[in-house]
């Protein structure tokens, strides 16, 4: 990261915002975003946007001068990731996967969606599918695997309890589940801090 | 094909396909075994995990667990192959990934050490439809077609990720208007028809379908509203997410947007390989396109029965 590029993207920041997101972007390397003209061929593009309120070029343009807004709507969460805007992108700003880095410093803020929280840790966690078979309540699909000559569970992790504990033990290392818990907090902190503003009012 | 020639793959089979849209994950391994295309398994292969929710979450896990379910397919020394768009994007970018960027690559392998693995990164990930297209190729495939179509309308859905993000895919950079899967399908004697924005996206993926249904559904309306104007008796896909999104979301569809659509929508829907199959001659059961069980809340939630009527009149 360059100091220019720094300088840049701190001078765009708005005086009441926080500078965090445009720090985190920072960090993780988004600093092509600066080459954004706004032209809104993203926008042109967008498959979501022409049936939500979803604006790729502003969710980008809150990035780049830091308005934390951007983190909190559920706008971002509704990119289906077709990638056309990455392709079309005529400053070749991959924007499909800054969406993503913008996703994850959201859930690092803990912006996540509850449906999102349970997928992540009630099902992945737990079974190292994303969409499982085993258990009671999923008998069903085991019978329909096999009346389709398969056996009722697939040779996958469903099969190998220890890769589900191999899985569950690089989550842990690599901070996944630090990173869940944390968001948690945050997003009951935020509820709880909510719930006495109304209290008050 | 000599057995040292034989192509062999490591089936990576994700979530959608194994535990949600069998007849899918049936169809693939019959297609392969008779065109004599060893799939070996890839036992305790995890979520791929899914680029729209994990990547979204957390960058480094999403490479940490690609990674190790692309090291089970290095140990059995074979690419792994998936027919999902999802577990493609997933295992594809993170190959491309972690071949670019060596910091990433290190800091995975750091992580794997603990479990005993280690990436290398010398096996290309593929898509079934690129080992059909690429690795055997159109004559080798048509040499196999015993039965032809005379008369089937196909609307093809490639969906997104087997051809974007085009810098890290096999199509020579072509994302606006591919042809391979159009191809294949023609194959079979059907036609390809073209259909008003033949590329969007069904509306699953990305965390949408999660996030809010009703906008998955309405992508899935759109689409759907452009296949019928354009005549055609069925869709014919290539990843199980899609598949899900157009059949239990055409359903989902016909509820929440009933007042928008007129009557309701009822295109069959097709996976690649159960078309394929079909024109190969493979026995239709093989394929998971004869229902033999008494399940309720199952798929395929619209009814195929229109095909395979158009299949028992023109396979004659």
Same mark, same amino acid.
């Given at each position: 990261?360059?100091?220019?590029?720094?300088?840049?993207?701190?001078?765009?920041?708005?005086?009441? &915002?926080?500078?965090?997101?445009?720090?985190?972007?920072?960090?993780?390397?988004?600093?092509?975003?600066?080459?954004?003209?706004?032209?809104?061929? !993203?926008?042109?593009? !967008?498959?979501?946007?022409?049936?939500?309120?979803?604006?790729?070029?502003?969710?980008?343009?809150?990035?780049?001068?830091?308005?934390?807004?951007?983190?909190?709507?559920?706008?971002?969460? &509704?990119?289906?990731? !077709?990638?056309?805007?990455?392709?079309? !992108?005529?400053?070749?700003?991959?924007?499909?996967?800054?969406?993503?880095?913008?996703?994850?410093?959201?859930?690092?803020?803990?912006?996540?969606?509850?449906?999102?929280?349970?997928?992540?840790?009630?099902?992945?966690?737990?079974?190292?599918?994303?969409?499982?078979?085993?258990?009671?309540?999923?008998?069903?699909?085991?019978?329909?695997?096999?009346?389709?000559?398969?056996?009722?569970?697939?040779?996958?992790?469903?099969?190998?309890?220890?890769?589900?504990?191999?899985?569950?033990?690089?989550?842990?290392?690599?901070?996944?589940?630090?990173?869940?818990?944390?968001?948690?907090?945050?997003?009951?902190?935020?509820?709880?801090?909510?719930?006495?503003?109304?209290?008050?009012? | 094909?000599?057995?040292?020639?034989?192509?062999?793959?490591?089936?990576?089979?994700?979530?959608?396909?194994?535990? *949600?849209?069998?007849?899918?994950?049936?169809?693939?391994?019959?297609?392969?075994?008779?065109?004599?295309?060893?799939?070996?398994?890839?036992?305790?292969?995890?979520?791929?995990?899914?680029?729209?929710?994990?990547?979204?979450?957390?960058?480094?896990?999403?490479?940490?667990?690609?990674?190790?379910?692309? +090291?089970?397919?290095?140990?059995?020394?074979?690419?792994?192959?998936?027919?999902?768009?999802?577990?493609?994007?997933?295992? *594809?970018?993170?190959?491309?990934?972690?071949?670019?960027?060596?910091?990433?690559?290190?800091?995975?392998? +750091?992580?794997?050490?603990?479990?005993?693995?280690?990436?290398?990164?010398?096996?290309?990930?593929?898509?079934?439809?690129?080992?059909?297209?690429?690795?055997?190729?159109?004559?080798?495939?048509?040499?196999?077609?015993?039965?032809?179509?005379?008369?089937?309308?196909?609307?093809?859905?490639?969906?997104?990720?087997?051809?974007?993000?085009?810098?890290?895919?096999?199509?020579?950079?072509?994302?606006?208007?591919?042809?391979?899967?159009?191809?294949?399908?023609?194959?079979?004697?059907?036609?390809?028809?073209?259909?008003?924005?033949?590329?969007?996206?069904?509306?699953?993926?990305?965390?949408?379908?999660?996030?809010?249904?009703?906008?998955?559904?309405?992508?899935?309306?759109?689409?759907?509203?452009?296949? *019928?104007?354009?005549?055609?008796?069925?869709?014919?896909?290539?990843?199980?997410?899609?598949?899900?999104?157009?059949?239990?979301?055409?359903?989902?569809?016909?509820?929440?947007?009933?007042?928008?659509?007129?009557?309701?929508?009822?295109?069959?829907?097709?996976?690649? +390989?159960?078309?394929?199959?079909?024109?190969?001659?493979?026995?239709?059961?093989?394929?998971?396109?004869?229902?033999?069980?008494?399940?309720?809340?199952?798929?395929?939630?619209?009814?195929?029965?229109?095909?395979?009527?158009?299949?028992?009149?023109?396979?004659?």
């Amino acid at each position: 990261m360059s100091e220019n590029v720094e300088k840049y993207i701190k001078r765009k920041v708005s005086k009441d &915002l926080s500078t965090k997101i445009a720090e985190k972007f920072v960090d993780v390397g988004l600093e092509k975003i600066r080459a954004c003209i706004n032209c809104g061929t !993203c926008t042109g593009g !967008c498959p979501s946007g022409r049936r939500t309120a979803y604006r790729t070029r502003s969710a980008i343009r809150k990035a780049l001068t830091g308005d934390e807004s951007v983190l909190k709507d559920i706008d971002i969460w &509704l990119c289906s990731t !077709c990638y056309y805007c990455y392709e079309r !992108c005529p400053r070749n700003i991959p924007v499909t996967d800054m969406i993503i880095k913008l996703r994850n410093i959201a859930v690092e803020e803990g912006y996540i969606l509850d449906a999102h929280f349970g997928l992540a840790t009630d099902i992945f966690l737990k079974t190292g599918h994303g969409v499982p078979a085993d258990g009671e309540a999923n008998k069903k699909w085991r019978d329909l695997r096999e009346s389709y000559g398969l056996p009722p569970l697939p040779p996958t992790v469903h099969s190998h309890p220890e890769a589900v504990k191999e899985c569950q033990e690089l989550l842990k290392s690599v901070g996944f589940i630090e990173l869940m818990d944390n968001a948690k907090k945050l997003k009951e902190e935020r509820a709880k801090a909510e719930e006495k503003k109304d209290e008050e009012a | 094909m000599s057995e040292k020639d034989k192509l062999r793959y490591g089936f990576f089979l994700g979530c959608v396909a194994p535990n *949600r849209y069998p007849f899918i994950e049936s169809s693939i391994r019959a297609v392969f075994e008779h065109l004599d295309a060893e799939l070996l398994e890839l036992e305790g292969a995890s979520c791929c995990p899914a680029p729209g929710v994990f990547r979204a979450f957390h960058i480094p896990s999403w490479l940490v667990i690609a990674a190790r379910n692309i +090291t089970i397919a290095e140990e059995l020394g074979v690419s792994p192959i998936t027919g999902c768009n999802g577990c493609y994007g997933t295992l *594809r970018d993170a190959w491309v990934e972690l071949e670019h960027d060596h910091e990433m690559k290190k800091m995975v392998n +750091t992580h794997l050490a603990k479990v005993g693995r280690e990436y290398k990164g010398t096996k290309e990930p593929k898509h079934i439809v690129q080992a059909l297209y690429l690795d055997m190729g159109l004559d080798f495939l048509r040499d196999k077609i015993k039965h032809k179509f005379s008369d089937l309308k196909v609307a093809a859905h490639y969906g997104c990720h087997i051809v974007k993000p085009s810098d890290k895919r096999p199509w020579k950079g072509e994302y606006e208007n591919p042809r391979f899967l159009d191809e294949i399908i023609e194959l079979t004697g059907a036609k390809s028809i073209d259909y008003k924005d033949k590329f969007l996206c069904c509306g699953a993926g990305g965390a949408v379908r999660t996030a809010v249904k009703e906008v998955s559904a309405d992508f899935s309306r759109e689409k759907l509203t452009n296949i *019928r104007d354009a005549g055609a008796d069925i869709i014919v896909d290539c990843c199980p997410f899609c598949h899900l999104q157009l059949d239990l979301g055409q359903m989902e569809a016909n509820g929440i947007y009933k007042d928008m659509i007129g009557e309701p929508f009822k295109v069959p829907v097709i996976y690649i +390989t159960q078309l394929l199959g079909l024109s190969f001659g493979i026995d239709p059961n093989k394929l998971g396109l004869i229902k033999n069980h008494e399940l309720s809340g199952v798929p395929p939630f619209i009814s195929i029965d229109p095909f395979l009527n158009i299949v028992k009149e023109q396979f004659t």
